[in-house]
């Protein structure tokens, strides 16, 4: 019987956490292999169809983009609350309110030109995301509401907002009793950049991980952040306004994630339908805690998570897998990497015979 | 509003707030054991999954609740090794829980919507149910609801009147402490984690063979999370859990009659009613509550010394 104890390594080895992360996906492919297998699918064909309906052309990367795009600024939004030890799990309401937002906007001055019309539609998501971030952060301050269950109630209560609105306010009377609003002008649309279907939004991605990055690394308020999520009695010493600090991360988190749903909206269906939730919010914490909460690394992790969106499209339409395949996959993942994560902070050796 | 209106609705208060209760129940239990599980959500759903899939291949309810109440305790079992062996962390180990429970119910469940399973019918108790008032309402449900009933005092007396149930909140309290004196805090963990995933499978199974005996997607539709929520309310008691969760079973059957009869409210407002209310019972709950009423050493995982 081997004899096992474990130890904590002095100093993390770099390289370990990338190779707990391939780990990772590798052993969730095999589980999902099985999982195909159990349902009579054939699991080798069926790994190939995830990657090549993925990567396979160009295409289907150009969608991988698309989607990343989303869950990219969603993703940022939740590793700074996350980076603060606030567990924001909201992404997905507050995309419903940026979403809300925007199309508030295109709907009220359709005839404004684009100039115009799209900064103020990343306005009002911004407000939008950005107050449905800052309710859990007030409560949870003043209050002490928990703000785990709090947002994750506001994302129940976002997404019916959504559908009152368009069911009943909104709805365009000429969609044949669909819920869905009008579509949207063309000045309310993100325009795509050059000849690929990707829209703007990659920028605006590029953009916002630039000023994350910097924020943390080069000044003040990122510094006190940092200090604050791994030491709250630090903080409290050092006299870093920790309420004020919430506030302003809860916001821009929600706000990230509101700008999402902008170009959700805006950009992909050119209006605003129930079928705009489908749960990037919640795939965006995936990403984050993969990423370990590093902005150039959601941007990797948030390309492989779009990529198994739509490989998973490609696997529904081949061989009718049900979409929630990707689901079990997210949530493989991340609790695989999570239970790898172990080794990047110990090691393990033979316990010596005393 | 006359008594013909306000018995069905107690009535159906009761059903509906079954499925929570026996969730928050589990929740309670972990929690008490100093393990936080976001995963209750998962937990539920597959077991609801696994009762319907059971009842309808063997026709036996009884078998079909134990099933559940297995597959619950199988998918916290999973929250257990990554949290207890890996020190992975709670939090995102109970989200990663729930995203997975939820898609494997819709992947294994997506070709049963619709179809119906046998499972467990209102009956009327023998002497009581002609109780004018109370009989309607307390004594002519399903079996499962006085499973859940009895779950209570069972719960307390576990928790407070016995060894074991002290070992197990002296873990949750000061875990270090705990082992010092002996105690295995593993062991005790695996047992919070295990019994409240098999309660919250037991919920599930409720939803199932008992609230619909019909398969539909997305059929825990958050009562999970109000699970969790609802055991902040009860400041960890089982008594006041049971209380909490028929307050929201009100709720919801009161909002389902208001739908039926059709009120001119869009029925997006009228189905925010449950979650609007977990958050005001929520902070109203945390506002009130003390520091001391949590699990001093929840969610904090115990490191191994070299």
Known sequence: ?354 | MTAELIIPLLAAAIQSGTPILYATLGEILTEKAGVLNLGVEGMMITGALAAFVTAQATGQPVLAFAVAGLAGAAVGGVHAIVCLWFLGNQVVSGLALTIFGLGLADYLGTPLIGQTAPGFDKFAVPFFHGLPGLGPILFQQDALVYVAIVLVPLLWFFLEKCRWGLNLRAVGEYPDAAAAAGISVLRYRWIGILGGGCMAGFGGAYLSLAYTHLWTNNLTAGRGWIAVALVIFAFWRPGRALLGAYLFGGVMAFQLRLQAVGTHLPSSLLLMLPYLLTVIVLVFSSWKSHQTDAPAALGVNMEPND
């Open chain 1, 1 to 354: 019987m081997l004899n096992l104890t474990a130890y904590k390594r002095q100093e993390p080895r770099a390289w370990s956490s990338c190779l707990v992360f391939l780990g990772a996906v590798l052993l969730s492919l095999a589980i999902s292999a099985l999982m195909l297998k159990l349902q009579g699918k054939p699991a080798l064909q069926g790994i190939e169809l995830l990657f090549r309906g993925a990567l396979g052309s160009r295409w289907s990367i150009e969608d991988c983009l698309i989607k990343a795009i989303p869950i990219f600024l969603c993703s940022l939004g939740v590793a700074i609350a996350f980076r603060l030890q606030i567990w924001n799990i909201g992404a997905e309401g507050q995309f419903a309110l940026g979403a809300i937002g925007a199309t508030w906007a295109a709907l009220t001055f359709p005839d404004q030109p684009a100039t115009i019309l799209l900064p103020l539609m990343a306005g009002m998501a911004f407000i939008g995301g950005g107050l449905w971030g800052l309710i859990p952060a007030l409560l949870k301050l003043r209050m002490r509401a928990n703000e785990i269950i709090v947002t994750l109630m506001l994302n129940y209560i976002a997404i019916l907002i959504l559908d009152y609105l368009v069911y009943g306010r909104w709805k365009d009377p000429s969609s044949f009793g669909f819920p869905m609003t009008r579509a949207f002008s063309p000045a309310a649309i993100v325009p795509k950049i050059a000849t690929t279907e990707i829209n703007w939004g990659l920028v605006l991605c590029l953009v916002c991980g630039l000023v994350m990055w910097i924020f943390f690394r080069f000044t003040r308020t990122g510094f006190e952040l940092k200090v604050s999520g791994e030491n709250l009695n630090a903080t409290r010493y050092a006299g870093i306004p920790y309420d004020k600090l919430v506030c302003f991360v809860m916001i821009f988190s929600g706000a990230l994630a509101g700008w999402a749903g902008f170009i959700e909206a805006s950009a992909t269906i050119n209006r605003l339908q129930p079928s705009i939730m489908v749960g990037y919010g919640y795939t965006a914490i995936v990403v984050a805690w993969l990423a370990r909460l590093n902005p150039l690394t959601i941007g990797v992790a948030s390309f492989l998570l779009a990529a198994l969106r739509v490989g998973v499209e490609n696997l529904q339409l081949e061989l009718q897998v049900p979409a929630a395949f990707g689901g079990i996959m997210e949530g493989l993942i991340l609790l695989t990497v999570l239970a790898g994560s172990y080794f990047i902070e110990f090691g393990i050796r033979l316990r010596k015979r005393s």
